[in-house]
């Protein structure tokens, strides 16, 4: 069974320009997360998608935005690229159902990461 | 808001020393604790998780206890190997996200 699969792996952008990043979850997974990982801030929750609707949102600002296709695939794009803004972005996807009120944690696997570097 | 404190890295060890890593949590209710690694150019993995107390999560030879009581899920291993070398993160399931602490490098020479 394949993996997460994220491309590009590697980006180089300028301040200012914008970037897509993609991420093609497991088969079967609905539920896509995007992390921000840096070395000064760690591992930040950007967003989740399930059934191509935003369920859950972290504190970052509006240039960071996301979306879902039918196929469960999700992009995430940042506008006005700023320095800070370098980092590695990582997608995860789990089996979450939409069933509210489970007590079952919903295993989240990680795609290998995209790494963007604004220059 | 819910929050993961983890000891700060990096962790230099023999192999076949003992690991523990350090990691305490802040968190409203009861959350799942999960410990991840991320080797060199990869994503992250989850290595074991514990959903409530008293709970041991243990896999790899690796294991952690979830205690309530001092909110605390510590990583340890008995025998450290070489291929062990990578960045662990402590993470809790708080409000459906994942919640990470800063992460410890730990780095294991023959």
């Known amino acids: 069974k394949a993996g997460v699969t994220q491309t590009p792996r590697y980006l180089i952008k300028t301040r200012g320009q914008q970037v897509t990043l993609s991420c093609s979850p497991i088969?079967?997974?609905?539920?896509v997360s995007w992390y921000q990982q840096t070395p000064g801030q760690g591992l930040q929750f950007l967003f989740e998608?399930?059934?191509?609707?935003?369920?859950n949102k972290g504190n970052f600002p509006g240039r960071f935005s996301g979306r879902q296709f039918s196929n469960s695939r999700s992009e995430m794009n940042v506008s006005t690229l700023e320095l800070g803004d370098s980092a590695l972005y990582l997608c995860?996807?789990?089996?979450?159902?939409?069933?509210?009120?489970?007590?079952?944690?919903?295993?989240?696997?990680f795609g290998p990461g995209t790494r963007l570097t604004v220059l | 808001g819910d929050s993961v404190t983890q000891m700060e890295g990096p962790v230099t060890l023999s192999e076949e020393a003992f690991l523990t890593i350090n990691c305490t949590y802040t968190?409203?209710?009861?959350?799942?604790l999960f410990w991840y690694v991320q080797y060199p150019g990869e994503g992250l993995q989850l290595l074991l998780k514990?959903?409530?107390?008293?709970d041991k999560g243990s896999n790899k030879g690796f294991e952690a206890t979830y205690r309530k009581e001092t909110t605390s899920f510590h990583l340890e291993k008995g025998s450290v190997q070489v291929s062990d070398s990578a960045v662990y993160f402590c993470?809790?399931?708080?409000?459906?996200?994942?919640?990470f602490g800063k992460g410890t490098k730990l780095t294991v020479n023959p």
């Open positions: 995860a996807s789990s089996r979450y159902t939409g069933t509210s009120g489970s007590s079952s944690y919903n295993e989240q696997f």
């Open positions: 088969s079967g997974h609905r539920s």
């Open positions: 998608y399930f059934s191509e609707t935003q369920r």
């Open positions: 968190a409203t209710g009861y959350p799942s």
């Open positions: 514990a959903t409530k107390a008293d």
């Open positions: 993470a809790l399931d708080g409000s459906e996200k994942l919640v």
